[in-house]
Nanobody
């Protein structure tokens, strides 16, 4: 079955960095685009970034453009989100997503950008 396992969250000082990982299994990873989304406390789900199946194209929300970088390693069935220059407003639970006709989500990983 499809499984997405998110990891790498934690507490970061202002301006600090974290790298999130999402390990995928149960489908042909290299055939699908992948995304990251986040949900801040008391707010709805916000799309953050996406990457094409072969990594050739990437997309970012304006709120993270220039600070976050999405990448993938198709040999390891893993997608990453490198987060630099973290801000308190980046505090959220981050989820990776695979749309295989049906949306699949990771369990989420907490990122806290301290003030």
């Amino acid at each position: 079955q499809v499984q997405l396992v998110d990891s790498g969250g934690g507490l970061a000082q202002p301006g600090g960095s974290l790298r999130l990982s999402c390990a995928a299994s149960g489908f042909t990873f290299s055939s699908y685009g992948m995304s990251w989304a986040r949900q801040a406390p008391g707010k709805g789900l916000e799309w953050v970034s996406a990457i094409y199946s072969d990594g050739s194209d990437t997309y970012y929300a304006d709120s993270v453009k220039g600070r976050f970088t999405i990448s993938r390693d198709n040999a390891k069935n893993t997608v990453y989100l490198q987060m630099n220059s973290l801000k308190p407003e980046d505090t959220a639970v981050y989820y990776c997503n695979a749309n295989l006709g049906i949306d699949y989500w990771g369990q989420g990983t907490q990122v806290t950008g301290s003030a």
